[in-house]
């Protein structure tokens, strides 16, 4: 990248609001430590019943996806660039070192040693704040994986520890706060024009939390907007997460007790229809009991009524304390038929207060939805003292996926990104122009391409060289389980990575999943001696060097003899070769299968490699709104070594025919 590369003013926070990955729920989210009692309950405790009803199915995920691969990269408006950093220019770090001296060891040599080795979810629909708060398009990459580009290997996700966040945990409540200049109401009181209960505050700020799935997690949300759209956003980031929980932590049964998650195309007839009047107060009450979450058959449908049990003295004190906060909006409960009971709408209900801009509605329908996501994380105590309590519904729910969620990856990353580099971006312009230290950043739905493409998984090792905040370390650990190492010799983004990396693994036990095992290290690449060592062990190396100066190519191609065989260079300017063809269409190509070697290409150091070029598109990178290719290097010294023998054979064979006819 050059110096004409956009990057952010220090008092820029653009990419607050822009999910990192296009997703059905927004991002951010402020957590604090929420530990639920349980005192015993009364013989006066209200005895309430809520009815699954049938869920309005989601709208085509074909649509969803399409749509966010179509989103073109003014993403440069986002600010935030996954750096496109590199060690120190080597012409001024090595200085003593002629160019001539870099290249020391010859393909022959490296052969001759281990020649016989071996080797968005559809269903989330835009906010109607939306309309208000625009941002920028997204800077999310439509998938450049190529039609044989294997899935992400499966996996063990879940977690055995409590999601405590702990004392050093930064929340989306501490952001807002600490910005809360730059924010202005967005909800009022429809009943009261005079009440300045949602109006910013220093300390009497209107807030809100978010129940998350792990036990012992939650967040508090500020409830005010932006004054500039393309900042962070609390309110988006709140409803994304909770569309995010529904959608991938409840079977389609618990999901119904929620109402209907709202379309990706929800048209103007469906919000009208939340303005309708509300019931009347002698409306129907919810049924007096709740479903049984562990009776919940997900193949059943929503429309079939889930068993009960009764919210009694011996039901968990948790569950009948939280009762109170879903019978507050009893009145909103309508009946689907004449003989269905009365059920309440709670997502639509949500819907409706933020297109109403109704903030005491909004803050009954979250006390109630997080009193829901209570009795799920939390249900009453089994009527046998010696029985065991039962388990956490949202986290028994993850040890049945064989695989991350992409939804569930992307609002990990989005929260974390908004809250521990966001407040930061302004030290990322920091660097010299027209240098190898550059900053730009790869956005996550092309590091899930580039984790599908090189096939990384569990008990692999991934190395990020060049690793600014973190952003492709972190997003490798947690979606693949890989072990992952990455080193920045920049220290502003080397600090905020190690930063990123502790919330990042506090919003992991939040969400109750488990990542693979993460270190960042400031330094410089050339000289680290772990990089050394890493680099012969590692499956996959990623080289962000699209701004790397030649001689710091020229220095890692030798490093990257050290690589085992199978190894995986992933760099988005070819370091070994010209790669002798290119992307087109959509389609990756590999470099001409087993080329002959030639006198003048027999040393080449590209020649070990087996050189593949795949397509990225506009949204993939931070620094530019085109698309590009980039390039997989797999070390081959087999395929090397049998080119050699063949070469050597036919030259043999020249030598003895030219001495024949002599």
Known sequence: MSSSTPVASSSDHSFFSKPKYPSAAGSSTVVTTRVVAVPRAGTGAPAIKVTAQSAASSSKPSRGTEAAKRKSDDSLSRVVHKKRRVSPDISTSNADTKPSQLRTRSPRAATSTRSSASSRQASAAPSPLAHELRGSPSTQATSVASSTAPPIAARECWIDEDGNPGRDFVSSEAVVKDLMKTYKAYFTNPEDPEDRSFDPHPTEYPATWLEYPNTCASERFILLAPKDPDHYNPIMCLESSLYTIIQHYLTPAQRCLFGTLPAKGLVDADLLELDCPSPPSDAPSPPSSIPSPASDDSTSSCSSQSSFFSASSDSSATSISSLSSVSALSSYATCRTPTSPPSVNYLRLLQRAIHKRDGPLFLKVMDAINALLCILKYPPFPSDLFEPAPPNQLSANVKTWTRMPSPVVQRIIDETYQRAVGPHVHKLTRY?????????????????????????????????????????????????????????????????????????????????????????????????????????????VLVNNKVFLEPLNEALRQKFLDLKEGAVVVSLKCLMGSARSTARHGFSRERSASPALKERNLDDIGEIFTVTSRPYYPGSVSWGGSGGEYFLQRMNREDYARRLKQFESSRGGLTRSTRSRR
């Open 432 to 540: 010299e122009a027209f240098s190898s230290e550059v900053y730009g950043e790869l956005m996550p739905m092309f590091v899930t391409d580039i984790i599908k493409a090189t096939g990384l998984r569990e008990g692999m090792l991934f190395v990020d060289l060049g690793a600014g905040v973190g952003n492709v370390v972190l997003q490798a650990a947690l979606e693949t389980g890989c072990r992952a190492y990455g080193i920045e010799i920049m220290p502003e983004p080397a600090k905020i990575g190690r930063s990123q990396l502790e919330q990042f693994q506090t919003r992991c036990r939040m969400w109750g999943v488990r990542m693979g095992e993460v270190e960042l290290e400031q330094g410089d690449m050339l000289k680290s001696e772990k990089v050394d060592k890493l680099v012969k062990e590692a499956d996959v």
